[in-house]
């Protein structure tokens, strides 16, 4: 290409042979900037290790652990147990012979009722726990993809500040679990780096005192 490219200029221009024979060299420097920049710098980053120590992820993953602990807690799932109670009581009535025929078709009655307001009320918790469960996850899948880009964001500033032309993850793994970067020489770890600016704005925790007096 840099040839023809002579070529080209040459014939549109005649020019003195000392010059025509530096074209090429010339242009091979300007299509090859990469000789003029020197070794690239490599650097990696332990992208896991960066994402679980973010304050912002602390925080999202104890939210996500108290909204799963209180969906838990739905009064309905106390009710439904104290419905299979009565109705274990109530099958063993059915069953009893000291029983009247009269006496164990009232149970039978009273059982069927209750059997019928346990089915659609396990029915409905079953469905509002599903529901609630797919808002969590979906609100959690996206609260990562959000922090993710926090990370991917300073691992650039990081990189443009410290003049490295690539990051490479570490922490990802193969199906054999062995590291998707097997090696690379002269690379810096930023993983601390990283996590440091992640966390520079991190509230500081309040400390109780107790007032004297």
């Known amino acids: ?34 000789a003029l920049a020197g070794k690239p710098k490599f650097a990696t980053l332990d992208m896991a290790r960066a994402f679980q ?19 838990q807690q739905d009064p309905r799932s106390e009710t439904i147990k104290l419905l299979e109670v009565v109705l274990r009581d109530l099958k063993t ?9 009269e ?11 209750k059997n019928h307001e346990h089915t659609s009320l396990k029915r409905e918790h079953e469905q509002y726990l599903e529901e609630q469960r797919t808002l969590i996850n979906r609100d959690m899948v996206r609260k990562t993809h959000e922090l993710l ?15 490295f032309d ?14 998707t970067l097997i090696y690379i020489r002269n690379a810096t770890d930023l993983t601390d780096r ?20």
Do not use: C
């Open 93 to 101: 009535q059915v069953q009893n012979p000291s029983f009247t025929e």
């Open 53 to 71: 120590s973010y304050h912002l992820t602390v925080v999202a993953r104890a939210k996500v652990q108290e909204a799963r602990k209180t969906l």
């Open 149 to 163: 880009g926090d990370v991917r964001t300073i691992v650039q500033k990081v990189a443009e500040e410290e003049g």
């Open 1 to 34: 290409m840099i040839f023809r490219l002579s070529i080209f200029l040459s014939e549109m221009m005649p020019l003195p042979p000392w010059l025509r024979s530096f074209i090429p060299a010339a242009l091979g420097l300007l299509l090859a900037p990469h």
């Open 166 to 179: 690539h990051v490479f993850e570490v922490s990802g793994k193969t199906s054999s679990q062995l590291s």
């Open 103 to 113: 006496q164990r078709r009232e149970y039978y009655r009273r059982y069927v009722t």
């Open 194 to 213: 990283v996590i440091e600016k992640l966390n520079k704005d991190q509230p500081k925790e309040k400390v109780a005192t107790n007032s004297s007096g």
